[in-house]
């Protein structure tokens, strides 16, 4: 019913930047609790970013780099990544939530969010 698709991943050498963009069909809810995840070969998935209520937070690994970003008319999120770093190489997910707003803990937790991507490849060269 509710579909998220993930783009803009790619090769990138540190220190370069990558737009994401994660589109949503079936509903709307760009003014819903939205966040991005990670998770790199053999690591387990963690929180980058998210937004809720109007408030933003970011994981401390990629705060002053990453910017969370949308386009209501769109439907579509973004999540724009400067300064990138070898270590941030993941597959990267967007979430949507049900609710219009969460907490920060709720908002950084997984397990708030109802509907998933797919993932896009983010891979950062040194």
């Known amino acids: 019913q509710v579909q998220l698709v993930e783009s803009g991943g790619g090769l990138v050498q540190a220190g370069g930047s990558l737009r994401l963009s994660c589109a949503a069909s079936?509903?709307?809810?760009?003014?819903?609790?939205m966040g991005w995840f990670r998770q790199a070969p053999g690591k387990e998935r963690e929180f980058v970013a998210a937004?809720?209520?109007?408030?933003?937070q970011y994981a401390d690994s990629v705060k002053g780099r990453f910017t969370l970003s949308g386009d209501n008319a769109k439907n579509t999120v973004y999540l724009q990544m400067n300064s990138l770093k070898p270590e941030d190489t993941a597959v990267y997910y967007c979430?949507?939530?049900?609710?219009?707003?969460?907490?920060?803990?709720?908002?950084?937790?997984?397990?708030?969010?109802?509907?998933w991507g797919q993932g896009t490849q983010v891979t950062v060269s040194s």
């Open positions: 079936g509903r709307t809810f760009s003014s819903n609790g």
């Open positions: 937004r809720s209520g109007g408030l933003t």
């Open positions: 979430a949507a939530s049900n609710s219009w707003t969460g907490t920060y803990y709720q908002t950084s937790q997984a397990g708030w969010y109802t509907y």
